[in-house]
């Protein structure tokens, strides 16, 4: 595509958006029950010049150019569902008569119809995915693309596909086949644009509107966490969580795991557990040896069988994990007798899944909880106040955290803790606390490490010893 039609004069791109107002079929939400069809309503076809639409006002009172004779036809408007399958729809491009060698094709949508608060027309272009088909032939990736705003290029913040080149025809279709990725939007949106297809001088020959239905669709299990809990016979259970744009009910009913879990004194999670089944664990048997249990990806048995680490784990008085992310297996910490923090680094290989141990500092013993948490640990020290320990800047200093900073008091008032992944869109740092009535309480995150206002999950949680 040529610099000239690159950078499309501002004369004409607020022809482009008057004109594809003016069309009522193309770009009224009625036309969502127009089934797909060889032709779509001929009113969905751009006036030819002289029509009423070539005389509509621009905005700010600029006038409108001439509307070139050609015309661009949608065929249908396509739902696009994050997460889901790709969809297809057609352009059919019907030039002036006489037209002869290259043409390009640009479909663009305007990014003001984009609800704002960081929705951005480049964020939606790096969750869309396009590939292109001219006249019928082999497809060809044909990337959605946006930038930020510029005087030079009125197009430049536009959410735009540049189409492959084609030779000039009476008519040429266009099959853009697209696919979503979850969370491209934060609602279900019909979006309004237009197809333009220009020859070699950046000259228009045919304009029409354009839409797209988009439809949230259902979260995909990698971005929902799971919380697992331990009930007194030792049976390990799993609650997936919900999409929690769509409920305020965070966990899914519970499935049973599989028993024995009793064997362990502390059970920890290696980075988050996810509804798909990602996450590694370590847990220590009341013999000091320490077993992992790698992630199988099948949530109806979400690990692997356990290999031994190795023993004398006794000598430590607490165990967590901290830097964990998805899909990787975060680091362990230890704290001993003396209160001194270990860290020992994840080496990504489940035989020997921990380089030797970094000596992180001592004082650890005024906390008598210390929690998985958003990437760093939460820790509550003997009158009930709760401070986060954020990760450090640089991943690979022996002080993982940065400063410690106080959350508040009052948390004696719980005796579990759990850091997951259930949160929007799996963000890693939502807390669960269940308090000695055997309520469970879920905390969002307010800010970077530090627990947001509580929602209450339910009551008879005391069920369990052990969550995570």
Not at 55 to 74: D, F, K, L
């Amino acid at each position: 595509m040529s610099n000239r039609r690159s950078r499309m004069p501002k004369s004409r791109v607020t022809a482009l958006a008057a004109l594809a107002v003016s069309l009522p079929l193309a770009l009224a939400a009625p036309a969502l029950a127009v089934p797909a069809g060889p032709r779509p309503p001929a009113s969905t076809a751009v006036p030819a010049t002289g029509s009423a639409a070539a005389a509509a006002p621009a905005p700010h009172g600029r006038a409108v150019p001439a509307i070139p004779t050609g015309s661009v036809v949608q065929n249908g408007v396509p739902e696009l569902t994050g997460a889901a399958s790709p969809v297809t729809t057609r352009f059919t491009a019907t030039l002036p008569a006489g037209t002869t060698g290259r043409v390009s094709a640009l479909l663009a949508f305007d990014p003001d119809q984009l609800p704002g608060a960081g929705v951005t027309s480049w964020r939606v272009a790096t969750r869309l995915h396009a590939s292109c088909s001219v006249n019928r032939g082999p497809y060809q990736a044909c990337d959605w693309t946006a930038d930020i705003p510029s005087d030079d290029d009125p197009l430049a913040s536009y959410l735009r596909v540049p189409l492959p080149a084609a030779d000039a025809g009476g008519t040429i279709t266009y099959d853009v086949r697209m696919s979503a990725d979850y969370g491209a939007l934060p609602e279900d949106q019909l979006l309004h644009g237009w197809m333009e297809v220009t020859d070699a001088d950046g000259n228009a020959l045919a304009v029409g509107g354009a839409q797209i239905q988009y439809r949230t669709g259902v979260m995909p299990a990698a971005y929902r966490g799971a919380l697992y809990a331990r009930d007194t016979a030792g049976v390990l259970w799993r609650y997936e969580g919900n999409d929690t744009y769509l409920t305020h009910v965070p966990l899914k009913p519970r499935a049973r795991v599989g028993g024995g879990w009793n064997a362990y004194t502390a059970i920890v999670p290696l980075g988050g557990q996810s509804a798909d089944a990602q996450g590694d664990l370590v847990a220590r048997d009341k013999a000091g040896v320490l077993w992992y249990y790698a992630h199988s990806g099948n949530p109806a048995q979400p690990f692997k069988p356990r290999v031994k680490v190795g023993g004398g784990w006794n000598a430590y008085t607490a165990l967590s994990a901290i830097s964990g992310e998805r899909y990787r297996a975060g680091d362990l910490v230890a704290r001993d007798r003396s209160g001194t923090l270990w860290r020992y680094r994840a080496t990504g290989n489940p035989a020997r899944p921990f380089a030797a141990r970094l000596k992180v500092g001592g004082g650890w013993n005024a906390y008598t909880s210390i929690t998985a948490y958003g990437g760093g640990v939460v820790a509550r020290d003997a009158a009930g106040v709760l401070w986060s320990y954020w990760p450090a800047i640089d991943p690979h200093a022996t002080d993982p955290f940065m400063p410690r900073l106080k959350v508040g008091g009052g948390w004696n008032a719980y005796t579990a803790f759990s850091g997951t992944m259930i949160g929007h869109y799996g963000s890693g740092d939502s807390l669960f606390a269940r308090d000695r009535s055997g309520r469970l309480w879920w905390y969002d995150e307010a800010m970077l490490g530090v627990p947001g206002a509580r929602t209450s999950v339910g009551a008879g949680w005391n069920i369990y010893t052990v969550l995570f």
